[in-house]
């Protein structure tokens, strides 16, 4: 007997919801090969898998289930070591297990005895240390709240993307409901459960541009800077969390580490789903430095950054958030190189939340999207 997987039947306020799925009758411990190659392609088709009911599954499992879905990889964290850097923007959200250092241990609240941890206390990332602007504490008392940053898991310098990653809910908070607001001159707002994790479908973000940003998109490859979250360390987010804004305070390349241009990145921005041959735009809005278009670098932080916004920012409005109401034991799987998601949420300080997550970075460069793929979107010109 195998497992079912049920697909996220969107509700009405969220339309364009068209990926995630959910399985209540597999046990990752003791999955066969055979589950395995159904696993691996629904992550691919479906973006986002939520497996429930795995409290059990211990690290070993979760970073060798990890490992399977890229054999390839070179067994190095997604952000390598660099994260730990204290300055980077990263450090400050995730501690590797000292029983499994491929997994991470995040969340919010005292953790004590857990996994070679004698105690650490966790801070669930607020967009209040990392957005230009803040909502209050009176407006976050009352259950408003933003989506922290859009991004993928990936270095970005040096290491490729890995393709999957896998997020655990061991403990959530009590449920209460929170509403984010978006804060950018729209009255976009979604509501969800605190400390819901949201995700967006890459492959929605292309197919809902217009045409023109469609041809844009498959011309334009993606700078990112070298060591990006240092160089990002001191500016600040927009309020949907999507890019940041431009004010001069990034890094200047003296204040960096060491650069080896070979190690920057430069990708694509329409990636190919190795499963579905469906184009993905997937782009990490943050750490972008520059963008080449048709050959040509803009060099212009800020006109980079409108263009990437007028991109994407049509991809994150509700009606396309997939915001996971998480159960205990939820053992989420997605597809790292085909989706954005972010953190979210205002926690207390009586709140708990512990979360361990997994990838590994890919010696394989994600897949371009090529003429041929690109070929159903051509528009002729008509006589
Ligand atoms: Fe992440």
């Known amino acids: 007997m195998t497992f079912t997987l049920e697909p996220i039947i969107p509700t009405k306020e969220q339309s364009g919801v068209d990926f995630g799925a959910i399985i209540t009758d597999l046990d990752l411990e003791t999955i066969t090969p055979h589950d395995f190659e159904k696993l691996f392609e629904a992550v691919y088709t479906y973006q986002v898998v939520v497996v429930r009911n795995q409290g059990h599954v211990c690290p070993e499992t979760q970073y060798e289930l990890t490992k399977r879905f890229d054999p390839q990889n070179i067994d190095v964290y997604g952000h390598g070591a660099m994260h730990r850097s204290t300055e980077s923007v990263i ?3 995730i501690s590797p297990l000292p029983a499994m250092p491929q997994v991470q241990l995040l969340g919010h609240g005292v953790v004590k005895d857990h ?3 004698e105690e650490r206390k966790l801070t669930h990332p607020s967009h209040t240390v990392f957005h230009q602007t803040s909502l209050t504490k009176e407006e976050m008392d009352s259950g408003l709240t933003r989506f922290y940053r859009w991004h993928m898991d990936a270095a970005l310098y040096r290491l490729n993307p890995p393709k999957v990653t896998t997020l655990f809910g061991i403990k959530n908070p009590e449920s209460r ?3 984010v607001v978006y804060g950018d001159g729209t009255n976009d707002k979604l509501e969800v459960q605190l400390g819901t994790t949201a995700f967006i479908s890459g492959q929605r973000a292309f197919e809902i541009l217009p045409q023109e940003l469609k041809e844009l998109a498959f011309k334009t490859q993606v700078k990112y800077a070298a060591h990006p979250y240092l ?3 001191k500016a600040k987010s927009r309020p949907t969390g999507l890019g940041m804004v431009s004010e001069g305070k990034e890094l200047l390349p003296e204040q960096l580490p060491p650069v080896n241009e070979e190690d920057i990145k430069i990708y ?5 789903n190795p499963v579905t ?3 993905h735009l997937q782009v990490h809005p943050s750490a972008v430095q520059d963008l080449i278009i048709d050959g040509k670098p803009v060099g212009d932080l800020e006109k980079v950054r409108d263009i990437l916004y007028k991109i994407q920012r049509p991809s994150i409005s509700p009606e396309n ?4 109401e998480w159960q205990d034991g939820d053992f989420v799987i997605f597809h790292n190189r085909g989706v954005l998601h972010s953190v979210v949420g205002s926690l207390k300080d009586t709140d708990s939340r512990v979360f361990h997550q997994c990838n590994i970075a890919s010696a394989d460069e994600p897949i371009p999207a090529t003429e041929q793929d ?3 979107y051509v528009v002729h010109a008509t006589a």
């Open 268 to 272: 694509p921005m329409l990636w190919k």
């Open 321 to 324: 958030v997939f915001a996971h």
């Open 177 to 179: 409901r929170e509403t």
């Open 91 to 93: 450090a400050r959200d």
């Open 277 to 279: 041959n469906k184009i």
């Open 115 to 117: 996994y070679g941890i």
């Open 231 to 233: 160089w990002m360390s």
């Open 374 to 376: 690109f070929s159903p």
